[in-house]
Protein backbone atom coordinates (compact mmCIF):
# COMPACT_ATOMS: atom_id res chain seq x y z
CA UNK A 1 0.00 0.00 0.00
CA UNK A 2 1.71 3.46 -0.84
CA UNK A 3 2.40 5.58 1.90
CA UNK A 4 0.39 8.84 0.89
CA UNK A 5 -2.43 9.73 -1.64
CA UNK A 6 -2.72 12.67 -3.19
CA UNK A 7 0.17 13.94 -1.14
CA UNK A 8 -1.36 12.93 2.25
CA UNK A 9 0.59 11.25 4.31
CA UNK A 10 -1.82 8.68 5.39
CA UNK A 11 -1.92 7.74 8.93
CA UNK A 12 -1.12 4.91 11.25
CA UNK A 13 -4.15 3.26 12.09
CA UNK A 14 -4.85 3.25 8.44
CA UNK A 15 -1.46 1.77 7.34
CA UNK A 16 -1.93 -1.05 10.09
CA UNK A 17 -4.44 -2.59 7.57
CA UNK A 18 -2.39 -3.51 4.73
CA UNK A 19 1.07 -1.66 4.84
CA UNK A 20 4.19 -4.92 3.70
CA UNK A 21 1.68 -7.38 2.60
CA UNK A 22 0.85 -8.27 -1.38
CA UNK A 23 -2.44 -10.02 -0.97
CA UNK A 24 -1.79 -11.12 -4.42
CA UNK A 25 1.57 -13.12 -3.42
CA UNK A 26 -0.62 -15.40 -1.53
CA UNK A 27 -3.38 -16.22 -3.61
CA UNK A 28 -5.39 -13.21 -3.30
CA UNK A 29 -5.76 -14.08 0.91
CA UNK A 30 -6.65 -10.31 1.73
CA UNK A 31 -4.80 -11.19 5.28
CA UNK A 32 -1.62 -12.69 5.39
CA UNK A 33 -1.21 -16.66 5.80
CA UNK A 34 1.08 -17.41 9.27
CA UNK A 35 4.11 -19.03 7.46
CA UNK A 36 4.96 -22.10 9.56
CA UNK A 37 8.27 -23.17 7.66
CA UNK A 38 11.78 -23.51 9.18
CA UNK A 39 13.80 -22.40 6.05
CA UNK A 40 13.16 -20.54 2.62
CA UNK A 41 14.09 -22.30 -0.84
CA UNK A 42 16.87 -19.88 -2.79
CA UNK A 43 15.74 -19.07 -6.62
CA UNK A 44 19.17 -20.22 -7.66
CA UNK A 45 22.95 -20.69 -6.47
CA UNK A 46 23.89 -17.04 -6.94
CA UNK A 47 20.71 -15.82 -5.03
CA UNK A 48 21.90 -17.50 -2.36
CA UNK A 49 25.61 -16.72 -2.46
CA UNK A 50 23.93 -12.52 -2.29
CA UNK A 51 22.16 -13.34 0.44
CA UNK A 52 25.28 -14.21 2.73
CA UNK A 53 26.84 -11.33 1.57
CA UNK A 54 24.43 -9.30 2.86
CA UNK A 55 24.49 -10.84 5.80
CA UNK A 56 28.38 -11.16 6.36
CA UNK A 57 28.95 -7.53 5.02
CA UNK A 58 30.81 -8.48 2.43
CA UNK A 59 28.02 -6.63 0.35
CA UNK A 60 26.78 -3.58 2.18
CA UNK A 61 22.81 -3.41 2.43
CA UNK A 62 22.30 -6.00 4.49
CA UNK A 63 20.34 -8.87 4.03
CA UNK A 64 18.25 -9.23 1.18
CA UNK A 65 15.04 -11.72 0.78
CA UNK A 66 14.76 -14.65 3.64
CA UNK A 67 16.72 -17.85 4.44
CA UNK A 68 15.91 -19.07 7.61
CA UNK A 69 13.07 -18.67 10.47
CA UNK A 70 16.08 -17.97 13.10
CA UNK A 71 16.74 -14.37 11.18
CA UNK A 72 12.74 -14.17 10.28
CA UNK A 73 10.32 -14.52 8.38
CA UNK A 74 7.09 -13.23 6.28
CA UNK A 75 4.78 -12.51 9.02
CA UNK A 76 7.29 -11.23 11.31
CA UNK A 77 8.60 -8.38 8.37
CA UNK A 78 4.95 -7.10 7.85
CA UNK A 79 5.17 -6.53 11.81
CA UNK A 80 8.43 -4.73 11.82
CA UNK A 81 7.15 -2.62 8.80
CA UNK A 82 4.25 -1.78 10.63
CA UNK A 83 5.23 -1.26 14.09
CA UNK A 84 7.47 1.21 12.29
CA UNK A 85 5.23 3.05 11.02
CA UNK A 86 3.94 4.24 14.35
CA UNK A 87 6.90 6.49 15.01
CA UNK A 88 8.02 7.16 11.91
CA UNK A 89 11.27 4.67 12.38
CA UNK A 90 13.73 3.78 9.77
CA UNK A 91 13.46 0.31 10.74
CA UNK A 92 11.92 -1.82 13.55
CA UNK A 93 12.70 -5.43 15.41
CA UNK A 94 9.93 -8.13 16.51
CA UNK A 95 11.31 -10.36 19.85
CA UNK A 96 10.15 -13.40 21.83
CA UNK A 97 9.12 -11.11 24.70
CA UNK A 98 9.82 -7.55 26.25
CA UNK A 99 13.08 -9.08 28.17
CA UNK A 100 14.54 -11.02 25.07
CA UNK A 101 14.36 -7.52 22.88
CA UNK A 102 15.58 -5.75 25.67
CA UNK A 103 18.69 -8.32 26.48
CA UNK A 104 19.35 -8.46 22.93
CA UNK A 105 19.71 -4.75 22.66
CA UNK A 106 22.20 -4.37 25.79
CA UNK A 107 24.52 -7.97 24.47
CA UNK A 108 24.52 -5.78 21.12
CA UNK A 109 25.30 -2.48 22.34
CA UNK A 110 27.95 -3.12 25.23
CA UNK A 111 30.89 -5.14 26.58
CA UNK A 112 32.92 -5.80 29.47
CA UNK A 113 34.21 -2.52 30.97
CA UNK A 114 31.50 -0.23 29.41
CA UNK A 115 29.27 1.82 31.38
CA UNK A 116 25.29 1.61 31.20
CA UNK A 117 23.61 5.32 32.47
CA UNK A 118 20.44 4.48 33.25
CA UNK A 119 17.22 6.31 34.78
CA UNK A 120 15.38 4.46 37.59
CA UNK A 121 13.46 2.57 38.86
CA UNK A 122 13.37 0.39 35.81
CA UNK A 123 11.13 -3.17 35.31
CA UNK A 124 12.35 -5.37 37.96
CA UNK A 125 13.73 -7.85 35.62
CA UNK A 126 15.08 -4.88 33.27
CA UNK A 127 17.08 -3.82 36.53
CA UNK A 128 18.01 -7.66 37.12
CA UNK A 129 19.76 -7.69 33.50
CA UNK A 130 21.68 -5.35 34.22
CA UNK A 131 23.20 -5.20 37.67
CA UNK A 132 22.86 -9.24 38.08
CA UNK A 133 23.87 -10.69 34.76
CA UNK A 134 25.20 -8.25 32.80
CA UNK A 135 27.41 -6.96 35.83
CA UNK A 136 28.73 -10.65 36.34
CA UNK A 137 30.53 -9.33 33.04
CA UNK A 138 32.31 -6.45 34.26
CA UNK A 139 29.61 -4.19 32.42
CA UNK A 140 29.09 -1.04 34.65
CA UNK A 141 26.13 0.85 35.53
CA UNK A 142 25.02 4.29 36.91
CA UNK A 143 21.46 5.50 37.32
CA UNK A 144 19.72 8.45 37.87
CA UNK A 145 16.35 8.87 39.43
CA UNK A 146 13.16 9.23 36.48
CA UNK A 147 12.55 13.16 37.77
CA UNK A 148 15.94 14.36 37.39
CA UNK A 149 16.65 17.63 36.04
CA UNK A 150 19.34 18.36 33.74
CA UNK A 151 22.07 19.00 36.46
CA UNK A 152 21.43 16.00 38.12
CA UNK A 153 21.53 14.02 34.49
CA UNK A 154 24.59 15.65 33.48
CA UNK A 155 26.32 14.12 36.77
CA UNK A 156 25.10 11.12 36.22
CA UNK A 157 26.64 11.31 32.47
CA UNK A 158 29.98 12.50 34.45
CA UNK A 159 30.16 9.72 36.84
CA UNK A 160 29.33 7.16 34.15
CA UNK A 161 32.08 8.51 31.80
CA UNK A 162 34.39 7.96 35.03
CA UNK A 163 33.46 4.30 35.65
CA UNK A 164 34.26 3.14 32.22
CA UNK A 165 33.35 3.66 28.46
CA UNK A 166 29.69 4.93 28.24
CA UNK A 167 28.58 2.13 25.96
CA UNK A 168 24.26 3.07 26.41
CA UNK A 169 21.75 5.62 27.81
CA UNK A 170 18.88 3.86 29.11
CA UNK A 171 15.96 5.18 29.60
CA UNK A 172 12.03 3.89 31.07
CA UNK A 173 9.83 6.97 31.33
CA UNK A 174 6.89 6.82 32.88
CA UNK A 175 8.72 4.91 35.74
CA UNK A 176 6.79 1.72 37.26
CA UNK A 177 5.11 2.29 39.68
CA UNK A 178 6.18 5.94 41.11
CA UNK A 179 5.28 6.69 37.15
CA UNK A 180 7.90 10.24 37.18
CA UNK A 181 8.63 10.61 33.51
CA UNK A 182 12.19 11.28 32.25
CA UNK A 183 12.83 14.33 30.35
CA UNK A 184 14.52 12.85 27.56
CA UNK A 185 15.33 16.22 25.62
CA UNK A 186 17.58 16.74 29.01
CA UNK A 187 18.90 13.48 28.78
CA UNK A 188 20.17 14.01 24.61
CA UNK A 189 20.79 17.52 24.98
CA UNK A 190 23.22 16.16 28.54
CA UNK A 191 24.50 13.29 26.39
CA UNK A 192 25.73 15.61 23.44
CA UNK A 193 27.64 18.39 25.50
CA UNK A 194 28.99 15.54 27.92
CA UNK A 195 30.34 13.40 25.22
CA UNK A 196 30.87 16.24 22.90
CA UNK A 197 34.28 15.22 21.52
CA UNK A 198 33.43 11.29 21.15
CA UNK A 199 32.32 10.79 17.21
CA UNK A 200 30.36 7.75 18.20
CA UNK A 201 27.71 9.11 21.56
CA UNK A 202 26.18 6.89 23.38
CA UNK A 203 23.10 6.07 21.97
CA UNK A 204 19.77 6.72 23.92
CA UNK A 205 17.11 3.77 24.36
CA UNK A 206 14.00 4.11 25.82
CA UNK A 207 11.41 1.56 27.19
CA UNK A 208 8.14 2.98 26.09
CA UNK A 209 5.88 0.38 27.10
CA UNK A 210 3.53 2.12 29.07
CA UNK A 211 2.94 5.14 26.77
CA UNK A 212 3.65 4.04 23.20
CA UNK A 213 3.12 4.32 20.57
CA UNK A 214 0.02 6.53 21.13
CA UNK A 215 0.59 8.73 23.62
CA UNK A 216 4.50 9.21 23.94
CA UNK A 217 6.97 9.09 21.10
CA UNK A 218 10.45 9.58 22.36
CA UNK A 219 12.38 9.54 18.88
CA UNK A 220 10.91 12.85 18.66
CA UNK A 221 12.70 14.11 21.45
CA UNK A 222 15.63 12.62 20.99
CA UNK A 223 16.29 8.88 21.66
CA UNK A 224 18.11 6.56 19.57
CA UNK A 225 16.02 3.37 20.15
CA UNK A 226 12.45 3.00 21.73
CA UNK A 227 12.12 -0.26 22.86
CA UNK A 228 8.90 -2.54 23.70
CA UNK A 229 6.86 -5.24 25.87
CA UNK A 230 4.25 -5.76 23.17
CA UNK A 231 2.66 -7.96 25.39
CA UNK A 232 1.15 -5.04 27.02
CA UNK A 233 -1.11 -2.26 24.98
CA UNK A 234 0.46 -3.20 21.24
CA UNK A 235 -0.77 -6.86 22.08
CA UNK A 236 -3.51 -5.79 24.17
CA UNK A 237 -5.56 -8.64 24.96
CA UNK A 238 -3.45 -10.34 27.67
CA UNK A 239 -2.97 -13.24 24.70
CA UNK A 240 0.67 -13.33 23.95
CA UNK A 241 3.98 -12.57 25.08
CA UNK A 242 6.49 -10.62 22.70
CA UNK A 243 8.79 -7.30 21.99
CA UNK A 244 9.54 -5.06 19.83
CA UNK A 245 12.85 -2.20 19.38
CA UNK A 246 12.59 0.75 17.07
CA UNK A 247 14.83 3.65 15.80
CA UNK A 248 17.59 4.03 12.89
CA UNK A 249 18.42 1.69 10.36
CA UNK A 250 22.32 1.65 11.68
CA UNK A 251 21.28 0.25 15.43
CA UNK A 252 18.90 -1.64 14.31
CA UNK A 253 20.94 -3.47 12.14
CA UNK A 254 23.58 -3.76 15.27
CA UNK A 255 20.75 -5.45 17.07
CA UNK A 256 19.83 -7.31 14.09
CA UNK A 257 22.95 -9.22 14.12
CA UNK A 258 22.75 -9.99 18.03
CA UNK A 259 19.12 -11.20 17.03
CA UNK A 260 20.35 -13.38 14.17
CA UNK A 261 23.09 -14.99 16.06
CA UNK A 262 20.83 -15.99 19.93
CA UNK A 263 17.44 -16.26 17.37
CA UNK A 264 15.46 -14.10 20.22
CA UNK A 265 13.34 -13.50 17.01
CA UNK A 266 9.26 -13.93 17.81
CA UNK A 267 7.29 -16.99 16.10
CA UNK A 268 5.23 -16.34 13.61
CA UNK A 269 1.97 -17.11 15.00
CA UNK A 270 2.84 -14.61 17.43
CA UNK A 271 3.53 -12.22 15.31
CA UNK A 272 0.15 -12.64 12.85
CA UNK A 273 -1.91 -12.00 16.17
CA UNK A 274 0.35 -8.67 16.76
CA UNK A 275 -1.19 -7.86 13.29
CA UNK A 276 -4.50 -8.22 14.18
CA UNK A 277 -4.16 -6.43 17.20
CA UNK A 278 -1.83 -3.52 15.31
CA UNK A 279 -5.56 -2.95 13.61
CA UNK A 280 -7.38 -1.97 16.73
CA UNK A 281 -4.38 0.29 18.89
CA UNK A 282 -5.28 3.42 18.46
CA UNK A 283 -9.04 2.68 18.84
CA UNK A 284 -8.25 0.19 22.00
CA UNK A 285 -6.01 3.15 23.65
CA UNK A 286 -8.31 5.85 22.89
CA UNK A 287 -10.66 4.06 24.75
CA UNK A 288 -8.79 2.90 27.54
CA UNK A 289 -7.47 6.23 27.89
CA UNK A 290 -10.94 8.08 27.76
CA UNK A 291 -12.36 5.58 30.05
CA UNK A 292 -9.52 5.64 32.73
CA UNK A 293 -9.99 9.79 32.76
CA UNK A 294 -13.11 9.39 33.98
CA UNK A 295 -12.41 6.54 36.59
CA UNK A 296 -9.45 8.75 38.09
CA UNK A 297 -11.29 11.44 38.48
CA UNK A 298 -14.32 9.78 40.13
CA UNK A 299 -11.50 8.11 42.16
CA UNK A 300 -9.75 11.47 43.02
CA UNK A 301 -13.27 12.63 44.33
CA UNK A 302 -13.97 9.60 46.90
CA UNK A 303 -13.30 10.41 50.52
CA UNK A 304 -11.42 6.83 51.48
CA UNK A 305 -8.93 7.60 48.48
CA UNK A 306 -5.61 9.31 49.62
CA UNK A 307 -4.13 10.08 46.74
CA UNK A 308 -4.30 8.93 42.60
CA UNK A 309 -1.37 8.72 40.98
CA UNK A 310 -2.64 9.48 37.31
CA UNK A 311 -0.10 11.60 34.48
CA UNK A 312 -3.76 13.41 34.08
CA UNK A 313 -3.25 15.16 37.56
CA UNK A 314 -0.13 16.55 37.54
CA UNK A 315 -0.89 19.99 36.87
CA UNK A 316 -3.65 19.90 39.44
CA UNK A 317 -1.44 18.33 41.80
CA UNK A 318 1.46 21.19 41.53
CA UNK A 319 3.84 19.23 40.03
CA UNK A 320 5.45 21.54 38.02
CA UNK A 321 8.09 20.12 36.88
CA UNK A 322 6.62 16.79 35.87
CA UNK A 323 3.76 18.63 34.30
CA UNK A 324 6.10 20.41 31.71
CA UNK A 325 7.98 16.74 30.74
CA UNK A 326 4.60 15.74 30.37
CA UNK A 327 3.38 18.56 28.49
CA UNK A 328 6.46 18.70 26.07
CA UNK A 329 6.56 14.40 25.68
CA UNK A 330 3.07 13.00 25.84
CA UNK A 331 -0.24 13.34 24.27
CA UNK A 332 -2.26 11.66 26.55
CA UNK A 333 -2.15 10.33 30.03
CA UNK A 334 -2.29 6.48 29.73
CA UNK A 335 -4.79 4.33 31.43
CA UNK A 336 -2.72 2.42 34.10
CA UNK A 337 -1.80 4.46 37.39
CA UNK A 338 -1.18 4.38 40.90
CA UNK A 339 -4.14 4.39 43.81
CA UNK A 340 -3.52 4.87 47.50
CA UNK A 341 -6.31 4.32 49.37
CA UNK A 342 -6.71 5.51 53.01
CA UNK A 343 -5.15 2.65 54.78
CA UNK A 344 -2.55 0.00 54.84
CA UNK A 345 -2.39 -3.85 53.66
CA UNK A 346 -6.01 -4.65 54.62
CA UNK A 347 -7.95 -1.89 52.98
CA UNK A 348 -5.86 -2.60 49.86
CA UNK A 349 -6.40 -6.26 49.87
CA UNK A 350 -10.26 -5.79 50.78
CA UNK A 351 -10.44 -3.55 47.99
CA UNK A 352 -8.97 -6.05 45.48
CA UNK A 353 -11.38 -9.19 47.30
CA UNK A 354 -14.19 -7.19 46.49
CA UNK A 355 -13.82 -6.34 43.13
CA UNK A 356 -15.87 -7.76 39.69
CA UNK A 357 -14.68 -6.36 36.69
CA UNK A 358 -11.52 -5.93 37.18
CA UNK A 359 -9.02 -9.01 37.60
CA UNK A 360 -6.84 -9.18 40.02
CA UNK A 361 -3.82 -9.91 38.07
CA UNK A 362 -0.62 -8.21 37.38
CA UNK A 363 0.71 -6.78 33.64
CA UNK A 364 -1.34 -3.63 31.96
CA UNK A 365 -2.51 -3.07 28.74
CA UNK A 366 -5.04 -5.46 27.89
CA UNK A 367 -8.69 -4.85 26.84
CA UNK A 368 -9.70 -5.84 30.59
CA UNK A 369 -9.00 -3.88 33.41
CA UNK A 370 -6.41 -5.43 35.69
CA UNK A 371 -5.74 -4.21 39.70
CA UNK A 372 -2.99 -5.55 41.85
CA UNK A 373 -0.87 -4.88 45.21
CA UNK A 374 2.81 -3.82 43.99
CA UNK A 375 4.23 -4.29 47.70
CA UNK A 376 2.74 -7.80 48.28
CA UNK A 377 3.45 -8.92 44.74
CA UNK A 378 5.27 -7.89 42.48
CA UNK A 379 7.75 -6.05 44.71
CA UNK A 380 7.64 -7.99 47.24
CA UNK A 381 11.26 -8.89 47.56
CA UNK A 382 11.91 -5.02 47.05
CA UNK A 383 13.78 -3.88 50.30
CA UNK A 384 11.58 -1.81 52.85
CA UNK A 385 13.88 1.19 52.44
CA UNK A 386 13.55 1.56 48.49
CA UNK A 387 9.66 0.38 48.92
CA UNK A 388 9.90 3.60 51.16
CA UNK A 389 11.93 5.66 48.44
CA UNK A 390 10.08 4.39 45.58
CA UNK A 391 6.47 4.93 47.32
CA UNK A 392 5.70 1.48 47.15
CA UNK A 393 3.67 1.48 50.31
CA UNK A 394 1.15 -1.24 51.67
CA UNK A 395 -2.22 0.97 50.94
CA UNK A 396 -0.94 1.25 46.86
CA UNK A 397 -3.27 -0.53 44.16
CA UNK A 398 -2.19 -0.39 40.87
CA UNK A 399 -4.57 -0.38 38.23
CA UNK A 400 -4.25 -0.81 34.02
CA UNK A 401 -7.92 0.12 32.48
CA UNK A 402 -9.37 -1.73 29.36
CA UNK A 403 -11.95 -0.70 27.09
CA UNK A 404 -15.16 -1.65 29.11
CA UNK A 405 -18.06 0.73 29.67
CA UNK A 406 -16.49 3.70 31.70
CA UNK A 407 -19.67 3.74 34.03
CA UNK A 408 -19.46 -0.21 35.01
CA UNK A 409 -16.45 0.20 36.00
CA UNK A 410 -16.98 3.42 38.40
CA UNK A 411 -19.56 1.14 40.11
CA UNK A 412 -17.31 -1.88 40.27
CA UNK A 413 -14.73 0.51 42.02
CA UNK A 414 -17.75 2.01 43.80
CA UNK A 415 -18.61 -0.93 45.43
CA UNK A 416 -15.28 -2.06 46.17
CA UNK A 417 -14.32 1.51 48.43
CA UNK A 418 -17.85 0.82 49.96
CA UNK A 419 -16.91 -2.39 51.29
CA UNK A 420 -13.61 -1.33 52.42
C1 LIG B 1 6.19 -6.04 30.90
C2 LIG B 1 7.28 -5.07 30.76
C3 LIG B 1 8.54 -5.47 30.30
C4 LIG B 1 8.88 -6.91 29.99
O1 LIG B 1 8.16 -7.38 28.92
P1 LIG B 1 7.82 -8.94 28.69
O2 LIG B 1 7.04 -8.91 27.43
O3 LIG B 1 7.04 -9.41 29.89
O4 LIG B 1 9.12 -9.66 28.58
C5 LIG B 1 9.51 -4.49 30.14
N1 LIG B 1 9.26 -3.20 30.43
C6 LIG B 1 8.07 -2.79 30.89
C7 LIG B 1 7.85 -1.35 31.20
C8 LIG B 1 7.03 -3.69 31.07
O5 LIG B 1 5.85 -3.28 31.54
Not at 84 to 99: K, N, Q, V
Not at 274 to 280: A, D, G, I, P, V
Not at 291 to 312: M, R, T
Not at 380 to 400: C, F, H, M, W, Y
Request: proline share 5%; hydrophobic share 45%.
Amino acid sequence: MSISIGGRKLKPSTMMMGHGYDPMLSEGSLKPPIFLTSTFVFPNAAAGKRHFEGVTGKRPGGADGLVYSRFNGPNQEILEDRLGIWESAEDALAFSSGMSAIATLFLAMVKPGDTIVHSGPLYAATETLIARILGKFGVNWVDFPAGSTRAEIDAAMKKGADTGNVALIYLESPANPTNALVDVEAVAASRDAIFADRADKPPIAIDNTFLGPVWAQPLKQGADLVVYSLTKYAGGHSDLVAGGVLGSKAHINTIRMMRNTIGTICDPHTAWMLLRSLETLELRMTRAGENAAKVCKFLNDHPKVEKVGYLGFLEQQGDARQADIYRRHCTGAGSTFSLYLKGGEAEAFKFLDTLKIAKLAVSLGGTETLASAPAAMTHLSVPDERKQALGITDNLVRISIGVEDADDLIADFAAALDAI
